[in-house]
């Protein structure tokens, strides 16, 4: 069993930041790649940050230049920094390991609402 655990989300302006962490825990062993996914309703979850065992990084292309994946110091525990948020940022955001043994595990998601 792995627990993914999202936490960060809120109400914020436009233009406003937020920092959403995301804590792996359970049967996962050694550096781990993370996925920062984001839903909103009627829509599939498209991926928006990506980051490798080997730290390679990717964004899609919506928040490439405003939001920034990382790794914290504790082991598997990961954070999206989201800066000049928009009103098309607001969604349900989670984390999500993209490896065939982990994959199907998902978190209850974070909240992220930007509005005025």
């Known amino acids: 069993q792995v627990q993914l655990v999202e936490s960060g989300g809120g109400l914020v302006q436009p233009g406003g930041s937020l920092r959403l962490s995301c804590a792996a825990s359970g049967s996962i062993s050694g550096i781990l790649p993370f996925g920062w996914h984001r839903q909103v309703p009627g829509k599939q979850r498209e991926l928006v940050a990506l980051i490798t065992r080997d730290g390679y990084i990717n964004y899609d292309d919506s928040v490439r230049g405003r939001f920034t994946i990382f790794r914290g110091t504790a082991k598997n525990a990961v954070y999206l920094q989201m800066n000049s948020l928009k009103p098309e940022d607001t969604a349900v955001y989670y984390c999500?390991?993209?490896?065939?043994?982990?994959?199907?595990?998902w978190g209850q998601g974070t909240q992220v609402t930007v509005s005025s």
């Open positions: 999500n390991i993209p490896l065939a043994t982990y994959a199907h595990y």
